[in-house]
């Protein structure tokens, strides 16, 4: 199996996913702002799956730039890519009149701009090959506005269309784009972002990240164009918050 490139490879779910390709067969090329997490997943991985190459590329996705830094440093690895997984993200709650002028532009940097750049400069390889598949990270709410969180949900709503339409556009030159969308997962995300007391972070509502990670990889290799994970607590959310 060939190479996945992994963003956001420490978080909860982009770990899970690494050792999911690897369990598979495949080498993985990690890439994080974390250099110490990195090393330690690496080291991880590499006694998991003693067969199997781990590349790291550590990089600031909130810096001009990034997506080409990790292009080139993939090129200079030498290997071709044929899983591309935008995991990377990061989310925020309150007023949008009140939130920080520069951290929403870089939540949308990091959320769309980013995996829009990866695609950009991976897509001409996958479709000379004739193969790939990409696994794109969106949110199960991502179609619901989002008040108290209307940058994080703008984004991965963008993420879903851009998805859903780069299914039909590559489907005939044999790429599979495929829209990831799980309910809340129980990583440090919702911490990360000061959403835990929030009726839709709250712990304890979120689903074991490898139990999405296993539906989302799967639905990457059958090439399906969206995968919905955590459908129950999805509907009961979107029933109490919009009758």
């Known amino acids: 199996m060939a190479a996945a490139l992994i963003t956001g490879a420490t978080g909860g779910l ?4 690494a050792f999911e390709h690897v369990r598979h067969g495949g080498d993985v090329i990690l890439v994080d702002c ?8 690496s080291a991880e991985l590499r ?7 781990v590349e790291l590329v550590v ?12 292009f080139a440093a993939v090129q200079a690895v030498g290997w071709p890519v044929d899983y591309l997984i935008n995991n990377a993200g990061f989310g925020g709650g309150g007023a949008f009149v009140t939130r920080s002028a520069a951290r929403d532009p870089a939540m949308v940097q990091v959320n769309t ?16 090959r004739g193969h790939g598949r990409i696994l794109n990270v969106a949110f199960a709410a991502a179609w619901f506005p989002g008040p108290e969180q209307a940058t994080y949900f703008t984004t ?15 489907k005939p ?8 969308l799980p309910g809340p997962i129980e990583t440090g995300f919702a911490q990360a972002g000061q959403l835990t007391q929030t009726r839709l972070f709250a712990p304890g509502t979120g689903v074991a990240p490898q139990i999405v990670a296993r539906v989302g990889y799967a639905g990457m290799m059958r090439g399906k164009r969206q995968v919905i994970v955590g459908m129950a607590w999805w509907m009961r959310w979107a029933g109490q918050g919009y009758p």
Request: proline share 4%.
């Open 14 to 17: 982009g770990r899970v996913l």
């Open 34 to 41: 974390h250099a110490a997490k990195l090393q330690a997943l």
């Open 47 to 53: 006694r998991a799956a003693p067969g199997q190459q």
């Open 59 to 70: 990089v600031d996705f909130t810096a001009a730039g990034a997506a080409q830094q990790v």
């Open 113 to 128: 701009a980013v995996p829009m750049a990866l695609l950009k400069l991976f897509l001409p390889g996958m479709v000379a």
């Open 156 to 170: 991965k709503a963008y993420l879903a269309a851009l998805g859903n339409a780069l299914w039909y556009e590559l």
């Open 173 to 180: 030159l044999g790429i599979r784009v495929t829209t990831f």
